[in-house]
């Protein structure tokens, strides 16, 4: 079992920046390729970001692509995404989640998720 429980939410105004932490817990949760995917009001949840369990490999969205970075601390337990130059467009739930299998942008392919944290920018 993976708990995993997202922070670091908020409100930023466009061109602005905010580090989402995922932390967390289970013996096995350093074999866990992590991802962050994001679900804005009336659309489905889409894939933004992942990385493997040794963070050696990372994967984006081409809309993320070069604005956010990935990455984890397995001394710490914890996953980050770093977000800068924030668009209204990347307002949306943020969802932390886990899989053993790959780098997959397929959300029914995540094992465990957080709760979500609430990124919202204003233009």
């Known amino acids: 079992q993976v708990h995993l429980v997202e922070s670091g939410g908020g409100l930023v105004q466009a061109g602005g920046s905010l580090r989402l932490s995922c932390v967390t817990s289970g013996r096995t949760w350093v074999n866990y390729n992590m991802g962050w995917f994001r679900q804005a009001p009336g659309k489905e949840r889409e894939f933004v970001a992942a990385i493997t369990w040794s963070g050696g490999s990372t994967r984006y969205a081409d809309s993320v692509k070069g604005r956010f970075t990935i990455s984890r601390d397995n001394a710490k337990s914890t996953v980050y995404l770093q977000m800068n130059s924030l668009k209204p467009e990347d307002t949306a739930v943020y969802y932390c989640?886990?899989?053993?299998?790959?780098?997959?942008?397929?959300?029914?392919?995540?094992?465990?998720w957080g709760q979500g944290t609430q990124v919202t920018v204003s233009s």
């Open positions: 989640s886990a899989n053993l299998n790959s780098l997959t942008t397929r959300a029914s392919s995540y094992e465990y």
